[in-house]
């Protein structure tokens, strides 16, 4: 089973199908929105692996608008969330989905995926490997950011700042990744933040999206569920109802 190797590195990876069926059934339950009240706006990489494998009912809600540019980093930025947020039914709430993503082959090899067409396996994340790469030979000059490639640029500082946790690491790619994570969900934070929402709630769901081979699909480990009360600024947690059997 192509779940298994996949919880080798994510014990509680579920299939995308899973993971969106349970995000729409908890939203449900607990703040009586059907999915035609729900702006999703996804922070993801550009890879052409997340549109392929991209979840079929999460186009159940509007949108997606994507903030998201290479290893799901928000390079929309506030114009870009202020934008997504104007687009909310009042009624509703915004529901904000950020992820970096990481290839796992079917028999565990992580980091990399069989992709359509190809006979030799390929980098996944591509950027975020690249940007390994580039750490490990000692290639990366702090505050080096071009506007010729920002964005793999910016994702090279974000590694260069946890060198040390990165390549001290029993697996660098995996903690690469859960270091783009954290930096990912720091700054949609503060873009949350900095960004008046007109509607009733805005949920904030984040993870690990993690790409299989061609014929595996994709799988998602989330680490952030949780909403918040527009009207009020309260914050409460749904990881443990979107766990439940």
Same mark, same amino acid.
């Given at each position: 089973?192509?779940?298994?190797?996949?919880?080798?590195?994510?014990?509680?990876?579920?299939?995308?199908?899973?993971?969106?069926?349970?995000?729409?059934?908890t939203i449900e339950k607990y703040l009586e929105l059907k999915p035609k009240q729900l702006?999703?706006?996804?922070?993801?990489?550009?890879?052409?692996?997340?549109?392929?494998?991209?979840?079929?009912?999460?186009?159940?809600?509007? $949108?997606?608008?994507?903030? *998201? *540019?290479?290893?799901?980093?928000?390079?929309?930025?506030?114009?870009?969330?202020?934008?997504?947020?104007?687009?909310?039914?009042?009624?509703?709430?915004?529901?904000?989905?950020?992820?970096?993503?990481?290839?796992?082959?079917?028999?565990?090899?992580?980091?990399?995926?069989?992709?359509?067409?190809?006979?030799?396996?390929?980098?996944?994340? *591509?950027?975020?490997?690249?940007?390994?790469?580039?750490?490990?030979? *000692?290639?990366?000059?702090?505050?080096?950011?071009?506007?010729?490639?920002?964005?793999?640029?910016?994702?090279?500082?974000?590694?260069?700042?946890?060198?040390?946790?990165?390549?001290?690491?029993?697996?660098?790619?995996?903690?690469?990744?859960?270091?783009?994570?954290?930096?990912?969900?720091?700054?949609?934070?503060?873009?949350?933040?900095?960004?008046?929402?007109?509607?009733?709630?805005?949920?904030l769901v984040g993870g690990i999206f993690i790409n299989g081979d061609k014929d595996m $699909?994709?799988?998602?480990?989330?680490?952030?569920?949780?909403?918040?009360?527009?009207?009020?600024?309260?914050?409460?947690?749904?990881?443990?109802?979107?766990?439940?059997?």
């Amino acid at each position: 089973m192509s779940i298994e190797s996949v919880r080798k590195w994510y014990p509680k990876a579920l299939t995308s199908i899973d993971t969106v069926n349970r995000l729409l059934d908890t939203i449900e339950k607990y703040l009586e929105l059907k999915p035609k009240q729900l702006m999703h706006a996804d922070s993801m990489c550009c890879d052409d692996v997340n549109a392929i494998q991209y979840p079929p009912r999460a186009y159940e809600m509007l $949108g997606p608008f994507h903030l *998201g *540019g290479l290893d799901g980093f928000p390079f929309a930025g506030l114009t870009g969330m202020g934008a997504f947020a104007h687009h909310v039914p009042e009624d509703g709430a915004v529901i904000i989905f950020y992820a970096p993503h990481i290839g796992i082959t079917r028999d565990g090899q992580i980091g990399e995926i069989s992709r359509i067409g190809q006979r030799t396996n390929s980098a996944c994340c *591509g950027a975020a490997k690249g940007a390994l790469a580039k750490l490990v030979a *000692g290639q990366i000059i702090e505050g080096n950011i071009t506007s010729l490639d920002f964005q793999i640029n910016t994702i090279e500082q974000i590694f260069l700042h946890s060198k040390e946790r990165i390549l001290n690491a029993e697996n660098q790619i995996f903690e690469a990744t859960e270091v783009m994570y954290e930096a990912i969900d720091e700054r949609i934070e503060i873009l949350v933040k900095e960004t008046r929402y007109p509607c009733k709630y805005v949920i904030l769901v984040g993870g690990i999206f993690i790409n299989g081979d061609k014929d595996m $699909g994709s799988f998602c480990q989330y680490k952030k569920f949780e909403y918040i009360n527009v009207a009020t600024m309260e914050r409460k947690n749904l990881m443990d109802a979107y766990y439940e059997d």
